[in-house]
Structure formats: structure tokens, C-alpha cells
Nanobody, 115 residues
Framework: QVQLVESGGGLVQPGGSLSLSCAAS????????MVWYRQAPGKQRELVAR???????NYADSVKGRFTISRDNAKNTVDLQMNSLKPEDTAVYYC?????????WGQGTQVTVSS
């Protein structure tokens, strides 16, 4: 059974930084793309950042230049470094991974940006 578990959410002031991490565990042969999504109250879930197994990345326009996604293929982890956070970044952040040709989701971690 494959599981994705996020950690690192919390409350931060505008302009601050926060780092999220997602660890995949279980019987894993290979992980292709890993993605961070977020969902704010009353809004649809949106893609925040994506990274391929080869390290290629792409970001939502709203986070470009502020967020950085990275992964450690040996540890089956993906991180999201979030800088210059804004109140509109407040959301539940979800990790998503394509593991052995199946899509898995984490349970989500709350990020709140507020003074």
C-alpha cells in the first residue's frame, strides 16, 4: 500500500516562508511526476508546482519566483519551499504522485498566511 504523507504546514505572517515536505512510502518501484496542489475555501483545487523524475519543473503563474519544488528520488520525497507568502496562498496543500502508473494523494496540510 502506497502512502503519501505531507508535513510542514502552519501559520505564517505575510512575507514569511514555509517549507512543505511529502514522503512516499510503501512498495514503490518508480515515481514519475510529483505535484503540489492547493485548495482554498470555496475554490477549486489548483496545481501549484510539478516536478518530473528527471527534475523538470513547472509552476503556476501565481507562485513563480516565490515557490521552489524539489525532490529526492532516493528518499521518495518532494519538497515545496514557499517564500514571500501572501494571504492568497492560504489553502490546504496536497501532494500528488504518479507511483507505478497509479495516482496517489496525500491527506493535505493547512497553510495559513495571516497577520
Amino acid at each position: 500500500q502506497v502512502q503519501l504523507v505531507e508535513s510542514g504546514g502552519g501559520l505564517v505572517q505575510p512575507g514569511g516562508s514555509l517549507s512543505l515536505s511529502c514522503a512516499a512510502s510503501g512498495r514503490i518501484f518508480s515515481i514519475n511526476a510529483m505535484v503540489w496542489y492547493r485548495q482554498a475555501p470555496g475554490k477549486q483545487r489548483e496545481l501549484v508546482a510539478r516536478i518530473t523524475s528527471g527534475g523538470g519543473t513547472n509552476y503556476a503563474d501565481s507562485v513563480k519566483g516565490r515557490f521552489t519544488i524539489s525532490r529526492d528520488n532516493a528518499k521518495n520525497t518532494v519538497d515545496l519551499q514557499m517564500n514571500s507568502l501572501k494571504p492568497e496562498d492560504t489553502a490546504v496543500y496536497y501532494c500528488n504522485g504518479l507511483v507505478d502508473s497509479r495516482v496517489y494523494w496525500g491527506q493535505g496540510t493547512q497553510v495559513t498566511v495571516s497577520s
